[in-house]
């Protein structure tokens, strides 16, 4: 058995990843395709890829099923240069990876072959797969210690390696004491990848093409099959919505130990929720209860209060956000800004210093450096039909409860009285005030009350 390594496959070699993608997923009970579901914002297909890309794979197939340009299309997105092909019967895995059959005859030095729907899949393994085949297998699978093995496949070992996966159901007694399971999971020499898969036949009861017949197929023909042992956890499938929530859970561990290693503080890190993609700088604090979108980016020493919710935003060394903050896509936050509590930025940028401390929306809007924004303020920036933009320059005050009505702009060191509603420019240095004058009527109170009084009861 072969352990997992950190070390890269040897050499420039090409590896072509298969991805199979066909499986229908009736169980998750949606409308969705099931491996376009996500984990960590990100599509389970897309973590597949992703994970194989890191390992060096040089050329990817994916194989889905007819009708399923939804997929394709994920496909592509996640690497620009995978290629389509399409498994019109559902025969098997092995029939599955021979739809790929033109690429199997292009020549790589190694084939993988992974399942979109086994998210958890790292690069690390996928690595240490194609270093075996680089350092003489010709089959490897992948397997686990299962703490339950009832019904998984089981990998029989022998003094020269792998010797067979048989299936639960034709299993001896003896083989079912067995704990190490298969993942499914295999990796081929390429020079012999399609010699050993078109070799499969379907000769058992449901008539299908079982990858795991390659195994006694590469022995037969006098070559190596070695087993690379992975934790269950990572090779974990996801076939319904518990499963998918199993997932998710395992993935925001992995994420949160990761930020954590790399230098952030989480001070309740099971509270905490990432996007694969979240970029986390040192010394950063978390507090309880805070969601990352897609597109974060929160450099050195910036604290992100509790019950935040974050996407697309990027925050400066040393800003505070929330707690009870909302950062939408462009909220673009210089060093040392400050955003408080009930305070949503959209499409705005803060410059350094600059402080929206409290109930208060800026979108679409630049914000000049140590400006201050006060309670309840917020730029009109729509008017049912297009988005305008405010401008607020370095080192403005405005007053509480003001409403900005875009396109506008406020000078730097100017000043908007409290409960203003600016509509015209404000010049630098100015004050800029927009309110009915307070009129104050002497006794009107008690006449009031008195008339209320007078009425008959209701």
């Given at each position: 058995?072969?352990?997992?390594?950190?070390?890269?496959?040897?050499?420039?070699?090409?590896?072509?990843?298969?991805?199979?993608?066909?499986?229908?997923?009736?169980?998750?009970?949606?409308?969705?395709?099931?491996?376009?579901?996500?984990?960590?914002?990100?599509?389970?297909?897309?973590?597949?890829?992703?994970?194989?890309?890191?390992?060096?794979?040089?050329?990817?197939?994916?194989?889905?099923?007819?009708?399923?340009?939804?997929?394709?299309?994920?496909?592509?997105?996640?690497?620009?240069?995978?290629?389509?092909?399409?498994?019109?019967?559902?025969?098997?895995?092995?029939?599955?990876?021979?739809?790929?059959?033109?690429?199997?005859?292009?020549?790589?030095?190694?084939?993988?072959?992974?399942?979109?729907?086994?998210?958890?899949?790292?690069?690390?393994?996928?690595?240490?797969?194609?270093?075996?085949?680089?350092?003489?297998?010709?089959?490897?699978?992948?397997?686990?210690?299962?703490?339950?093995?009832?019904?998984?496949?089981?990998?029989?070992?022998?003094?020269?390696?792998?010797?067979?996966?048989?299936?639960?159901?034709?299993?001896?007694?003896?083989?079912?004491?067995?704990?190490?399971?298969?993942?499914?999971?295999?990796?081929?020499?390429?020079?012999?990848?399609?010699?050993?898969?078109?070799?499969?036949?379907?000769?058992?009861?449901?008539?299908?093409?079982?990858?795991?017949?390659?195994?006694?197929?590469?022995?037969?023909?006098?070559?190596?099959?070695?087993?690379?042992?992975?934790?269950?956890?990572?090779?974990?499938?996801?076939?319904?919505?518990?499963?998918?929530?199993?997932?998710?859970?395992?993935?925001?561990?992995?994420?949160?130990?990761?930020?954590?290693?790399?230098?952030?503080?989480?001070?309740?890190?099971?509270?905490?929720?990432?996007?694969?993609?979240?970029?986390?700088?040192?010394?950063?604090?978390?507090?309880?209860?805070?969601?990352?979108?897609?597109?974060?980016?929160?450099?050195?020493?910036?604290?992100?209060?509790?019950?935040?919710?974050?996407?697309?935003?990027?925050?400066?060394?040393?800003?505070?956000?929330?707690?009870?903050?909302?950062?939408?896509?462009?909220?673009?936050?210089?060093?040392?800004?400050?955003?408080g509590n009930f305070v949503e930025i959209k499409a705005a940028s803060l410059g350094t210093g600059a402080k929206v401390s409290h109930l208060s929306y800026i979108g679409d809007a630049s914000v000049g450096a140590g400006a201050n924004i006060g309670a309840g303020t917020i730029t009109c920036n729509y008017d049912g039909f297009s988005k305008f933009r405010t401008n607020i320059g370095e080192g403005a005050f405005v007053g509480s409860n003001s409403s900005l009505v875009a396109p506008v702009s406020i000078a730097a060191g100017a000043y908007v009285g409290s409960g203003t509603v600016v509509t015209k420019d404000v010049a630098a240095d100015?004050?800029?005030?927009?309110?009915?004058?307070?009129?104050?009527?002497?006794?009107?109170?008690?006449?009031?009350?008195?008339?209320?009084?007078?009425?008959?009861?209701?």
């Amino acid at each position: 058995m072969i352990a997992p390594s950190h070390a890269p496959a040897s050499g420039a070699r090409s590896c072509l990843a298969i991805v199979l993608a066909a499986g229908e997923g009736t169980r998750m009970k949606s409308d969705l395709p099931k491996v376009l579901h996500t984990i960590a914002g990100r599509s389970m297909l897309g973590h597949a890829i992703a994970a194989l890309v890191g390992a060096g794979a040089t050329d990817i197939v994916v194989v889905v099923g007819p009708d399923r340009d939804d997929v394709a299309r994920e496909a592509v997105a996640a690497f620009g240069g995978a290629r389509i092909v399409v498994q019109r019967e559902r025969l098997g895995t092995a029939h599955a990876v021979l739809a790929a059959r033109e690429a199997l005859m292009e020549g790589h030095d190694d084939v993988v072959v992974a399942f979109a729907d086994t998210p958890l899949m790292t690069t690390e393994t996928f690595t240490s797969m194609r270093a075996a085949i680089a350092g003489g297998a010709h089959v490897l699978a992948v397997g686990f210690e299962a703490a339950d093995p009832t019904g998984y496949g089981r990998l029989v070992m022998a003094d020269e390696g792998l010797a067979a996966i048989v299936e639960h159901k034709d299993a001896s007694e003896a083989e079912r004491s067995i704990r190490l399971c298969n993942a499914g999971l295999l990796a081929l020499s390429g020079p012999h990848a399609l010699d050993i898969i078109a070799r499969i036949v379907n000769n058992n009861a449901q008539r299908e093409y079982y990858l795991t017949d390659a195994v006694k197929i590469a022995r037969g023909l006098g070559l190596s099959a070695q087993v690379l042992v992975a934790l269950e956890d990572e090779v974990q499938g996801v076939n319904d919505r518990v499963q998918l929530a199993r997932a998710e859970a395992a993935m925001q561990k992995r994420l949160r130990d990761a930020a954590m290693r790399a230098g952030a503080t989480l001070l309740a890190p099971d509270t905490v929720y990432f996007n694969h993609d979240t970029k986390l700088g040192r010394d950063v604090i978390v507090e309880p209860n805070v969601f990352f979108g897609p597109g974060v980016l929160i450099e050195d020493q910036a604290v992100i209060h509790a019950c935040s919710h974050l996407e697309g935003a990027h925050v400066g060394r040393k800003a505070s956000v929330g707690p009870f903050a909302r950062l939408r896509p462009g909220a673009d936050l210089g060093e040392k800004a400050k955003v408080g509590n009930f305070v949503e930025i959209k499409a705005a940028s803060l410059g350094t210093g600059a402080k929206v401390s409290h109930l208060s929306y800026i979108g679409d809007a630049s914000v000049g450096a140590g400006a201050n924004i006060g309670a309840g303020t917020i730029t009109c920036n729509y008017d049912g039909f297009s988005k305008f933009r405010t401008n607020i320059g370095e080192g403005a005050f405005v007053g509480s409860n003001s409403s900005l009505v875009a396109p506008v702009s406020i000078a730097a060191g100017a000043y908007v009285g409290s409960g203003t509603v600016v509509t015209k420019d404000v010049a630098a240095d100015s004050l800029a005030v927009g309110r009915a004058r307070q009129v104050e009527i002497p006794g009107w109170a008690n006449q009031f009350r008195a008339r209320k009084k007078a009425l008959p009861k209701a």
